[in-house]
Each structure stands twice: as structure tokens, then as C-alpha cells.
């Protein structure tokens, strides 16, 4: 019978690893089907991964500064890089950002994040307008009325000129007001009149299309065209999301504006981009954490990553599965261990990544008691189970759900990396190996 679940026999030879990789088997994600866009050397769409975006917060009048915050947002993971250009040096400001970029040998799509005035920088700097990948508009702040339009045919009309995409960037925190207002109006005479909320959520998602169909009947096509509908609450930017997602096929940036800081925003982010990723709605993705004072701008490269790689959307670094403690486990052994397995894997990635393909989607488990240990190191690429309270000072290893080795002594952490390193150059290594002669 469909959708039953059958117990497993308890046969010895049905349990093993594979029966329970099968009953463990991951719901594959269905991709929304959408229009394919060019970003640069980057494309965006179902066709291709989910990409990683960041924004610079320097002054991009300061072309070293936002050149090293860009480069630090590259080497961090971030695939499209959105950098401001609001003034007339901004503009200036950006052929010199692309060269020194291309001193440093980096190579990453920049996207001009305009507002009020980008019409008039477009047209005023054009060799701004050719080097940036992609503009992003936000309709509700390219001015009114006829104003409105006029201003967005101009930017629309370097968008044609320099062949580049757009990303109209609705914010519900500056809306078209004229739109809302008509709206409003509307619902008001309706014999059903919806509360404000959702008449405001309504706005958000007409905005969004009606200014892609305004940019289409300027000669913008839908294969240029990128969309976002930015809310600030996660129950809202699924809903906005979602019906974006049944009315058009164009490409969706996803993000939840003004996130916050720290655990707050990280989770807050993480809550509203799974559920939307997992129903295959998103082609690119940013964080919009608000980073602490003196902090590095990649954190929320990094939370996006680590979003994509739980959902197994996509694979980045090597992860490490640890248990959380309990009383079985009052030793901190396994919790240091966990800590500088996790270091040690962070900085080896880029070296890994380079010399080791396909090492990102490594899993070691680092688990404290022998409860969950065995069974959680078994379903790893490698693992070991620590000793728990009263239980025997004997760590076992388990490679590709095989018992390995058993490590025990003073030495036992360095022991362990020890292996990691060993199993990353002889299994990646091979994987290397076969791509090449598969490649001959």
C-alpha cells in the first residue's frame, strides 16, 4: 500500500548499513521551474545550483576598502557580490573596485544596488553601467507617478544597452505608495474586504510583477529578469514567496529583510529559507544578518551555506555531526575534540576543495557515550565514539561504516585528526583519480 512503512525484519542479514540507508532515504527537492538568467560568469535559475549572494557594507567611494570587503566575501563562499551605488563617486568608484579585484585574480559578479537616483548614474557613468553584472531597482524608489515610470524606462533602457539582468527588489519598507494606495482603495470598495495585512501582502507581490510586466513592455525580457519580495516576519515571506511562485516562472532571489543580529537573525533566516527552499522555491539566496561592531561581513555567507548544505541542497565544507552531552558524558573530551575536528576542517576547505574534489560533502561524527556513538560514527564518512562516564577509556573509529581502529591515550585527538587527514588524501584522492581518467 502507498505511503505504508514496512518494520524491518529482524534478519540479520536485512540489517544492515544499506537496508537502513534505504529507510534513512532523503525526500529529493523539486526545483520550481524558472526562466534561466546570466549574472556575469553565473547563471541563475532551476537549471542550476542555488547561489550564495552577500553585500558589502563599505563606502563604495573607498575603492580599497570595498575591493578587500569584496574579496573577503569571495574567499568566504559568496558567489554574486551586491555593492552600493547611490552618489555620483560611488558610480565613479566602480571601475577602479573591478580592477583591483582583477589584480587580486578575483573574478565575481557584481551587482549596482540603486536607489532615487540610478537612472541618472546609469546614464552619467558608463563605464559603471558595463562593469556591473546585474542592477538591482526597487520599484518603490525610482520616484512617482509619471516620474516613477520615466525613471524606471531610463534604467530599464541601460539594462538593453549594456545587456544586462535586473533584479527588481520590492522592500515592504518602501513600497510603491501610489500602488498601495490604489489597492487599499480597491479592497475598501470590495463587497469582501481583506484586513490591511493582506492587502499589504497583496501590494508586495503585484509591485513585483507589475514592474516586471512594465519592464518587459520596454523590451526587458523575462530571461533578464530577476525578482524579490522582501518582508521582515518569516510567515510572511513564505506567503509572499509562495504566491510570487505560482504566478510567474521568473528567477527568485530570496532573503528576509532587516534579519537582525546574531542568533536572531541566523535563525530567523534559517526558519523562513527552508521551508521555501525545500519546496524548491529560491535560485539565489542572502542572509541580511546584521553583523556585530568590527566583525567580518562573511558570516552571513556562511549561514547561507550552512542552510543549502542541511537541506543537502548543495555540499561546502566537510561537516561534523556531535552529540550535545547528557549526563552520560561529563567528560569535555568529546566536546573539545568536536570543536578542533571542526576548526581543523574550516581550515583545510579551501586547500581540500582544491586538491580533493568532492571532499565537501565529507561527513565525521565526533559522538561522547557509546548510546548513539557507534551507530552515528558507522553512518559517517568517518567517526569515533568517545568514552562516556564509567565506560571503558577506549575510542573506536569507524571508516565508511567499518570499524577501523581503536584509539585511546593522551594522543587521541591529534590520533584522530590524524586519520581525518589520512582519509580525505587516499578516498579523495581516488575521486580525483577517476574524474581525471573518466575525463581522458
Given at each position: 500500500?502507498?505511503?505504508?512503512?514496512?518494520?524491518?525484519?529482524?534478519?540479520?542479514?536485512?540489517?544492515?548499513?544499506?537496508?537502513?540507508?534505504?529507510?534513512m532515504?532523503?525526500?529529493a527537492?523539486?526545483r520550481?521551474?524558472?526562466?534561466?538568467?546570466?549574472?556575469?560568469?553565473?547563471?541563475?535559475?532551476?537549471?542550476?545550483?542555488?547561489l550564495?549572494?552577500?553585500?558589502?557594507?563599505?563606502?563604495?567611494?573607498?575603492?580599497?576598502?570595498t575591493?578587500?570587503?569584496?574579496?573577503?566575501?569571495?574567499?568566504?563562499?559568496?558567489?554574486?557580490?551586491?555593492?552600493?551605488?547611490?552618489?555620483?563617486?560611488?558610480?565613479?568608484?566602480?571601475?577602479?573596485?573591478?580592477?583591483?579585484?582583477?589584480?587580486?585574480?578575483?573574478?565575481?559578479?557584481?551587482?549596482?544596488?540603486?536607489?532615487?537616483?540610478?537612472?541618472?548614474?546609469l546614464s552619467d557613468?558608463?563605464?559603471?553601467?558595463?562593469?556591473?553584472?546585474?542592477?538591482?531597482?526597487?520599484?518603490?524608489?525610482?520616484?512617482?507617478g509619471?516620474?516613477?515610470?520615466?525613471?524606471?524606462?531610463?534604467?530599464?533602457?541601460?539594462?538593453?544597452?549594456?545587456?544586462?539582468?535586473?533584479?527588481?527588489?520590492?522592500?515592504?519598507?518602501?513600497?510603491?505608495?501610489?500602488l498601495?494606495?490604489?489597492?487599499?482603495?480597491?479592497?475598501?470598495?470590495?463587497?469582501?474586504?481583506?484586513?490591511g495585512?493582506?492587502?499589504?501582502?497583496?501590494?508586495?507581490?503585484?509591485?513585483?510583477?507589475?514592474?516586471a510586466?512594465?519592464?518587459?513592455?520596454?523590451?526587458?525580457?523575462?530571461?533578464?529578469?530577476?525578482?524579490s519580495?522582501?518582508?521582515?516576519?518569516?510567515?510572511?515571506?513564505?506567503?509572499?514567496?509562495r504566491?510570487l511562485?505560482?504566478?510567474?516562472?521568473?528567477?527568485?532571489?530570496?532573503?528576509?529583510?532587516?534579519?537582525?543580529?546574531?542568533?536572531?537573525?541566523?535563525?530567523?533566516?534559517?526558519?523562513?529559507l527552508?521551508?521555501?527552499?525545500?519546496?524548491?522555491?529560491?535560485?539565489?539566496?542572502?542572509?541580511?544578518?546584521?553583523?556585530?561592531?568590527?566583525?567580518?561581513?562573511?558570516?552571513?555567507?556562511?549561514?547561507?551555506?550552512?542552510?543549502?548544505?542541511?537541506?543537502?541542497?548543495?555540499?561546502?565544507?566537510?561537516?561534523?555531526?556531535?552529540?550535545?552531552?547528557?549526563?552520560?558524558?561529563?567528560?569535555?573530551?568529546?566536546?573539545?575534540?568536536?570543536?578542533?575536528?571542526?576548526?581543523?576542517?574550516?581550515q583545510?576547505?579551501?586547500?581540500?576543495?582544491?586538491?580533493?574534489?568532492?571532499?565537501?560533502?565529507?561527513?565525521?561524527?565526533?559522538?561522547g557515550?557509546?548510546?548513539?556513538?557507534?551507530?552515528?560514527?558507522?553512518?559517517?564518512?568517518i567517526?569515533?565514539?568517545?568514552p562516556?562516564?564509567?565506560?571503558?577509556?577506549?575510542?573506536?573509529?569507524?571508516v565508511?561504516?567499518?570499524?577501523?581502529?581503536?584509539?585511546?591515550?593522551?594522543?587521541?585527538?591529534?590520533?584522530?585528526?590524524?586519520?581525518?587527514?589520512?582519509?580525505?588524501?587516499?578516498?579523495?584522492?581516488?575521486?580525483?583519480?577517476?574524474?581525471?581518467?573518466?575525463?581522458?
Amino acid at each position: 500500500m502507498a505511503g505504508t512503512f514496512s518494520p524491518v525484519k529482524s534478519s540479520k542479514n536485512l540489517h544492515t548499513d544499506k537496508a537502513i540507508q534505504r529507510l534513512m532515504s532523503k525526500a529529493a527537492i523539486v526545483r520550481r521551474k524558472t526562466r534561466q538568467v546570466q549574472v556575469g560568469d553565473k547563471y541563475i535559475g532551476s537549471d542550476h545550483a542555488v547561489l550564495v549572494q552577500s553585500m558589502t557594507n563599505t563606502p563604495t567611494e573607498d575603492p580599497a576598502a570595498t575591493a578587500e570587503q569584496i574579496i573577503d566575501l569571495y574567499n568566504a563562499g559568496s558567489e554574486i557580490v551586491r555593492i552600493t551605488v547611490n552618489t555620483r563617486e560611488a558610480a565613479k568608484a566602480v571601475p577602479e573596485i573591478v580592477k583591483l579585484l582583477e589584480k587580486q585574480g578575483v573574478s565575481v559578479p557584481l551587482v549596482g544596488d540603486f536607489h532615487y537616483n540610478g537612472h541618472l548614474l546609469l546614464s552619467d557613468f558608463p563605464d559603471c553601467a558595463r562593469l556591473l553584472a546585474k542592477y538591482r531597482i526597487n520599484p518603490g524608489n525610482v520616484g512617482r507617478g509619471e516620474k516613477h515610470d520615466d525613471n524606471f524606462k531610463q534604467m530599464i533602457d541601460a539594462a538593453i544597452k549594456w545587456n544586462k539582468p535586473v533584479r527588481i527588489g520590492v522592500n515592504w519598507g518602501s513600497l510603491d505608495q501610489d500602488l498601495l494606495a490604489s489597492m487599499m482603495d480597491e479592497n475598501a470598495a470590495s463587497k469582501e474586504p481583506l484586513d490591511g495585512h493582506a492587502v499589504l501582502i497583496e501590494a508586495i507581490v503585484e509591485s513585483a510583477l507589475s514592474s516586471a510586466r512594465l519592464a518587459n513592455s520596454y523590451g526587458l525580457s523575462n530571461d533578464k529578469i530577476i525578482l524579490s519580495a522582501k518582508v521582515s516576519e518569516v510567515p510572511d515571506l513564505i506567503t509572499v514567496y509562495r504566491k510570487l511562485a505560482k504566478k510567474c516562472d521568473l528567477a527568485l532571489h530570496l532573503g528576509l529583510t532587516e534579519a537582525g543580529m546574531g542568533m536572531k537573525g541566523t535563525v530567523s533566516s534559517a526558519a523562513a529559507l527552508s521551508i521555501l527552499l525545500f519546496e524548491g522555491i529560491g535560485d539565489t539566496i542572502r542572509v541580511s544578518l546584521t553583523p556585530q561592531p568590527g566583525a567580518p561581513r562573511i558570516e552571513e555567507v556562511q549561514v547561507c551555506q550552512q542552510i543549502l548544505q542541511s537541506l543537502d541542497i548543495r555540499s561546502f565544507k566537510p561537516q561534523v555531526t556531535a552529540c550535545p552531552g547528557c549526563g552520560r558524558t561529563t567528560s569535555t573530551v568529546f566536546q573539545e575534540l568536536a570543536r578542533d575536528i571542526e576548526a581543523h576542517l574550516t581550515q583545510k576547505r579551501a586547500h581540500w576543495q582544491k586538491s580533493y574534489p568532492g571532499v565537501e560533502t565529507m561527513k565525521v561524527a565526533v559522538m561522547g557515550c557509546i548510546v548513539n556513538g557507534p551507530g552515528e560514527s558507522k553512518h559517517a564518512d568517518i567517526g569515533i565514539s568517545l568514552p562516556g562516564t564509567g565506560e571503558e577509556p577506549r575510542a573506536p573509529v569507524y571508516v565508511d561504516g567499518q570499524y577501523k581502529t581503536t584509539l585511546s591515550g593522551s594522543t587521541l585527538a591529534q590520533d584522530f585528526i590524524n586519520l581525518v587527514e589520512n582519509y580525505v588524501v587516499q578516498k579523495y584522492s581516488t575521486v580525483q583519480a577517476n574524474t581525471i581518467h573518466k575525463a581522458d
